[in-house]
């Protein structure tokens, strides 16, 4: 009888044994053969965490309305911090791909994160999906698709927006030298070119200038119409202040970045400035509050990239069960061959999976609030 027991123990022993291991996987109790591994790149801490923040309460409430489930298998993530930073994405797709052997990744956020992707995917079947890099250098790249449209598109809508429907002849541009940056003002500065327009002058910085009181004055000189702003959210604000400082009282147009929360902040000063974002319409009006709760943070831009992220992990998990597979060369082919209806409306991708819909709303700010034009 003892005997029995005994061996009764080590078989439960055993069994628990082999839960506390797989659980390891975040699945208590599945082996490897019952879940997706998917790996995901945000920039978790730096300047831009506020997005990475929001885009993973975003992927949560999207696993917890799917059940952290696709095609039968439950999802395993592994978070990995790009910082928004060539280097530290390298370090990211890197261990995601060789050691953890992962095949999807959703990431990055930023172009100069997702455009590491390439050389780490060489030699690899994986594929990487990002909701919102934008750089043109992204187009027609193997295994790498982008959800938002590319800065190619955005960049001659801009272009053509400031000159034929603005109709601002001289300007002047303001643009930081990373991978969004640069992929952006060389599109919008080549497009205005050729329409006729006149750029008085392109002011370029690193990504770690806080002073641009020089060139603001010199700017102030050259008497622009209007200053386009290509620069992340710091700098940005830097030039905000330093605008006043110098009584620079030109309107300025700003991709992206111009929020609401930077109206409430700065609303004076930027009274009469332009901004612009995809003309698409949130079909969730939940998805605001969830990051909110899951965050902590009071105010939240769902437009740029956590409505994004929702969506992308939404179409992957459509392309999967579409192709009812998980081998990537047919994941591949269903993401190509597949449109997908999600809570931004209508994605398709192009034969290099690149976003093919494109469509932009022009805001103008005034007293507090961003007011469509277009």
């Not at 059940?67 to 530290?88: A, L, P, R, S, T």
């Not at 002047?172 to 992929?183: F, P, Q, R, S, V």
């Not at 200053?227 to 604000?237: K, L, S």
């Not at 769902?302 to 060369?329: H, P, Q």
Request: charged share 25%.
């Amino acid at each position: 009888m003892n005997y029995k027991i005994l061996i009764l123990t080590l078989v439960c022993l055993l069994f628990a044994g082999g839960l506390i291991l797989n659980s390891t996987t975040g699945l208590f109790g599945l082996t490897n053969n019952n879940t997706i591994k998917i790996g995901i790149v945000f920039p978790l801490t730096g300047e831009l965490s506020m997005y990475g923040a929001s885009s993973k309460a975003a992927l949560e409430y999207a696993s917890e309305k799917i059940n952290y489930e696709i095609n039968g298998k439950k999802i395993q993530y592994i978070f990995e911090d790009g910082k928004c930073d060539g280097k530290e994405a390298t370090i990211a797709f890197n261990k995601l791909v060789n050691v953890d052997k992962v095949n999807y990744i959703i990431g990055g956020l930023c172009s100069s994160e997702t455009m590491v992707a390439k050389e780490a995917l060489k030699g690899t079947n994986a594929i990487v999906l990002s909701p919102c890099a934008t750089t043109p250098a992204l187009k027609n790249t193997n295994n790498i698709f982008t959800v938002k449209p590319l800065d190619d598109l955005e960049g001659k809508y801009d272009a053509e927006y400031i000159y034929n429907n603005l109709n601002r002849k001289n300007i002047a541009i303001l643009a930081c030298e990373n991978d969004w940056c640069k992929g952006i003002e060389k599109t919008f500065s080549e497009r205005y070119n050729q329409l006729g327009g006149n750029i008085l002058t392109i002011e370029k910085n690193n990504n770690k200038e806080t002073d641009f009181a020089t060139t603001l004055a010199k700017i102030k000189i050259l008497n622009p119409e209007l200053i386009v702003v290509f620069e992340y959210p710091e700098a940005f604000e830097n030039i905000i202040m330093q605008s006043k400082q110098l009584d620079l009282n030109i309107k300025m147009y700003i991709p992206i970045f111009l929020t609401k929360d930077l109206v409430d902040k700065y609303t004076s000063e930027l009274q009469g400035s332009y901004g612009i974002r995809e003309a698409n319409i949130l079909n969730d009006s939940n998805l605001e509050n969830e990051i909110k709760t899951r965050t902590n943070m009071m105010k939240v831009d769902v437009d740029y990239c956590a409505s994004t992220t929702y969506d992308t992990l939404m179409i992957l998990k459509n392309a999967i069960e579409k192709a009812n597979s998980f081998d990537t060369e047919k994941v591949k082919k269903s993401l190509l061959k597949n449109d997908y209806s999600g809570i931004l409306g209508l994605h398709r991708f192009d034969e290099y999976g690149n976003q093919a819909i494109a469509n932009f709303k022009v805001f103008e700010v005034k007293g507090k609030e961003l007011v469509d034009i277009n």
